[in-house]
């Protein structure tokens, strides 16, 4: 069990790989978003947020998106000054309208104007549409921690690659679900999940090294599992808990999309596909001001006990540690920040790829 | 896979079984928690709801606990006559005490405060501690949906059956989730489940029928499948997902009890076993004004087209049907409501029994 705890597929393939600072990262970044149209202050803000998505090891969800994102916007698919505004608003609640812009701008505009409302109301839940892909759902689980608030992330995913359970069709994305709860002397506990057993992306890396796809992870349209990576594209991801993942699933791109009328089910645009097409990705926060049912102290010192409850359990046989939801994550980030980012070789050569067609200096 | 999602571990029990019409069994429960000592108006609202439980197929979590319930509040592990009221509140949240009054009556308090607090914020979160076991999760996420609100509801299991995962400790229970949406023509979508792969009430009737466990529903102190029924009361459930059930668990328990000042981890009061304890169980739930987001009557045509879209979906080889979450649920209750309750030999048996010890009139 242990092996599969600390199992991450891209470990073997970021561990060697050179390191680059963090500011230097978040300064090219920065570079490429301005040049592509953003506001520099806006650039300065998905900047920032994608390099913590790396720091924080979701390198699947970090700067190797910048490509897309690029691409998506000089092909018209995102706006990149949008005008991202409230809709509809009650004390506690707020639509609100993303005007196509990146997913990192309008969700942290979100994720502010639920902190907002909730430190008045106790609770505040923001739903958005007309956003796009915003890295990983950690990140805006998380802004709420620093007001002793906790936060929960919704999202529908940027393609279908789950069938509800019994089907053949992917009407369903791996849509993430992401819960932060914060702590006193430890790391705050920061679950971030997709309702399948395993996440595209480390599909996708089995594709790219032509290794075989475990079995668990996905079946065939003839329900067998499939594990030839080569037929990957052609599969359907299994939910974790059978329909209990599946139901996980449809309440998040209900919740996500269908109340704040952004895309759900086959209306979800691909988002590596479909390059110039707006996406009308929904998201949601929700922000529980802690102090609203309990003092904040008291509160953080019983999740101290209560991280130290599980870590310091009894193991099983060959397992090493008990990890808590997010703990892995945290200690990456402090190797990052210290060490820096992995900059394996394919990466650095998009990136530079990226400079060339824009016109700007590369990667330091 | 449809075996598995149609697999109901009580049906063959309760199929052939001699049925009860919905208001006899509703009345003799009343008829059982006055003589305990409940307010008149009190045991009709817990009856009624746990008939409610008992229409919707949650043969393990309706009547057949009244016996239980009847023991605890005899034990003095339960207040019959609670001052259930808030203690704390902000305009879209509120702590709620049950004064260790039976679970049904405080999240029913707690569910029409979170209504009516979203009436006017447009979202409500009302948390719950010093309650107690509350039928099934589905019951309360439901409230809401009359109001054109979506329903999530929160609990910390009666018991401990799941471990930190790596750990041989059960420190966490099966705390479920539940979720309901309203739709317009179609039934509410409604999923309530646990982060485990089998809810400990499956384990116990393989356990009362001697029959193996299902491998992947358990395992031992050793880390091997267990599928011995003898050995289940020492076996660790498996969660959904590996450690993302884990983490569903260890949030659920966060949000529904510690944050209610409610038990958590190793504080959890055995229901079961420690009938003269107060349990201090804590629940959440959240109710969300559709309108606050979009029109009532626009959204829920769009959950019928989603509920459409899923279940004509193109199916796996050998699966007829492909069910939304709570659907099974909403057709038992159609059948049970016209044909009546099942009631098992056992079942009214151990009514028969309270009935003697509370010297009241039998079941009709």
């Known amino acids: 069990m242990s092996g599969r705890i600390a ?5 073997a393939n970021v561990a060697d790989a050179p390191r680059i600072a963090a500011p230097a990262l978040a300064a090219f970044i920065k570079r490429a978003l301005e ?48 005008d991202i505004r409230i809709v509809q608003e009650r004390p506690a609640t707020a639509l609100v309208d993303g005007d196509n812009g990146i997913g990192h701008l309008v969700m942290r505009f979100a994720a502010m104007t639920a902190i907002e409302k909730a430190k008045g109301a106790g609770v505040a839940w923001v739903g958005a549409r007309m956003s796009n892909h915003a890295g990983p759902a950690a990140l805006y689980a998380m802004m709420p921690l620093a007001h ?10 940027s393609n279908n690659h789950l069938p509800p359970w019994g089907s053949t069709e992917n009407l369903l994305g791996t849509n993430p679900i992401a819960i932060a709860v914060p702590a006193e002397e430890e790391p705050p506990i920061v679950l971030d999940m997709a309702p399948t057993v395993a996440a595209f992306g480390k599909v996708r890396l089995k594709m790219q090294r032509r290794e075989e796809i475990p079995v668990g992870w996905m079946i065939g349209r003839d329900g067998k599992p499939l594990t030839d990576p080569k037929r990957a594209e052609q599969g359907l991801l299994l939910p974790i808990g059978d329909y209990k993942g599946y139901g996980l699933s449809l309440m998040t791109g209900l919740l996500a999309g269908t109340l704040n009328q952004a895309a759900f089910g086959r209306d979800v645009v691909d988002f590596v596909k479909e390059q110039g097409k707006a996406a009308n990705t929904g998201h949601a926060i929700v922000a529980v001001s802690v102090e609203a049912f309990a003092p904040a102290a ?10 130290r409850a599980m870590r ?12 808590l939801p997010g703990e892995q994550s945290h200690l990456k980030r402090q ?13 650095r050569e998009s ?9 700007i200096a590369p990667l330091a």
Do not use: C
């Open 7 to 11: 199992s991450d597929a891209k470990t």
């Open 35 to 82: 040049a592509a149209g953003l506001r520099s202050d806006d650039a300065k803000v998905v900047a920032d947020l994608m390099v913590e998505a790396d720091l924080r090891g979701s390198d699947t969800h970090g700067v190797i998106r910048l490509p897309l994102y690029l691409r998506r916007l000089k092909a018209g698919g995102i706006n990149p000054r949008p």
């Open 148 to 157: 002793d608030m906790i936060g929960l992330y919704l999202a529908v995913g």
């Open 298 to 307: 008291a509160f953080k010192r019983q999740v101290d006990a209560a991280i």
């Open 312 to 323: 310091g359990a009894q193991r099983l046989p060959g397992v090493e540690r008990i990890w």
């Open 335 to 347: 190797d990052r920040a210290q060490n820096g980012i992995p900059m394996p070789k394919p990466l």
């Open 351 to 359: 990136l530079e790829t990226a400079a060339r067609d824009l016109g």
